[in-house]
């Protein structure tokens, strides 16, 4: 099979690990893959010259989360069209174009030379559709139409979801050529133990517990504070290490802190890249998977639950929601426990239990690691992916240069 150019369209500033894991996948199966980001803070994004991962950066303001983003959108088009164009133009045989946002679908009308698949990596109509405020009933099922449309003639369609879940269901509605996998971290990523040993040495005497992902009342944010709270009466020496991207004005998140008298307790250090939030999170005690009872995570299936994974990884127990099915991987390793994480108090009891029974802590913790090494790697995924990315681009239609 001829080496075809294949290009990810990153809908932000830097590949996501989920981005990064299919890279690696793509590269092993003979193909060349390559990065189109998005720095929508507009400033220039450093990247070392001739690194050849990054096909193009587009630099242009936009914001988060907002229907403001719509506004932003002719003039991406416009960008990525010119990268995509001139990318088929260059190739011998027509590029892969590999779409990971609803936005992008668009395009694939616009630029039928080259040849599309979907990596459907989120629920991106229903969570788009919360942008619309109290319309978002009328708009989620509009969305999802469009969505379906837009992938009717991909090549091939993954889908971050567990089998036989209500995504899949709804994308094979579409498009046959769909493959739901787990939304789980690569064997490859795992730190160094020396560099985890330097890192651990920083919280030295502190029972240190982490929360990784967007700080956002949704994710469980403030009822993390109020369990650490609630935790720190019996255990001063309790310590919260929050990992990810605030959304709101920073001050915001002081005044939290400082209402609950939290300062001494928490350590908050921004998004980080997955290594180094590894490394930073390997060796505390326990991971915080605290998703409200939000109508988006009640849908979540349990192979979607990414932050669960990145915990077993880390080998850390983990405390996940009781509703829904997010939790269920939880549940069938053993590698934590399931609470109300919409009382704070539940959420406390639980952690308090946790370290003050170290067995049962290590076991879970054990448990986790021993689940992710054995089944939920990216690893293991991929091994099951190539065979069938092969089937799906077997005899690829296209313009073929003489």
Not at 322 to 348: H, M, W, Y
Request: overall charge positive; aromatic content about 8%; some cysteine.
């Amino acid at each position: 099979m001829m080496q075809r150019r294949a290009v990810i369209l990153c809908f932000n500033a830097s590949p996501t690990p989920r981005q990064q894991n299919l890279f690696r996948l793509l590269r092993d199966m003979g193909w060349r893959p390559a990065y189109v980001t998005w720095e929508r803070s507009g400033a220039a994004k450093t990247v070392p010259r001739g690194n050849g991962d990054y096909l193009a950066i587009i630099r242009l303001k936009a914001p988060t989360e907002s229907a403001r983003l719509l506004f932003a959108m002719p003039r991406y088009w416009r960008e990525l069209s010119v990268v995509i164009r001139r990318v088929t133009r260059e190739e011998d045989a027509a590029p892969i174009i590999i779409a990971t946002h609803f936005f992008h679908l668009p395009l694939m009308r616009k630029l039928p030379s080259a040849l599309w698949m979907y990596d459907a990596a989120e629920y991106f109509a229903f969570d788009m559709s919360r942008y619309l405020g109290s319309f978002s009933i009328i708009a989620y099922p509009l969305l999802a139409y469009l969505e379906g449309l837009g992938i009717r003639r991909m090549r091939a369609v993954l889908a971050v979801d567990s089998r036989g879940g209500w995504f899949e269901t709804h994308l094979l509605r579409f498009n046959r050529a769909v493959r739901v996998v787990p939304n789980v971290p690569a064997l490859a990523d795992d730190p160094a133990p020396e560099s985890v040993e330097k890192s651990a040495a920083e919280y030295a005497g502190r029972r240190v517990i982490c929360y990784v992902g967007g700080l956002m009342e949704r994710k469980g944010l403030e009822a993390a504070l109020d369990a650490i709270e609630l935790v720190r009466q019996d255990m001063p020496d309790i310590l919260l290490l929050l990992i990810g991207p605030y959304r709101d004005d920073h001050s915001k998140l002081r005044e939290l802190l400082n209402q609950r008298g939290l300062s001494d307790h928490i350590k908050v250090t921004g998004p980080l890249s997955y290594r180094e939030m590894l490394v930073k999170i390997t060796g505390t005690e326990i991971g915080l998977a605290l998703h409200q009872r939000d109508p988006l995570y009640a849908k979540v299936g349990a192979l979607n639950g990414r932050k669960i994974f990145t915990y077993m990884q880390a080998g850390l127990a983990v405390i996940a929601p009781k509703f829904g099915d997010i939790g269920r991987v939880v549940q069938e390793t053993e590698c934590g426990e399931l609470v109300n994480t919409e009382n704070p108090a539940d959420i406390s009891l639980a952690l308090k239990n946790l370290l003050l029974n170290d067995e049962l802590r290590l076991r879970f913790k054990r448990n986790g690691r021993r689940a992710f090494e054995q089944r939920y790697n990216w690893e293991a995924v991929a091994r099951e992916l190539k065979p069938w990315l092969l089937e799906c681009c077997v005899d690829l239609p296209g313009r073929e240069k003489s």
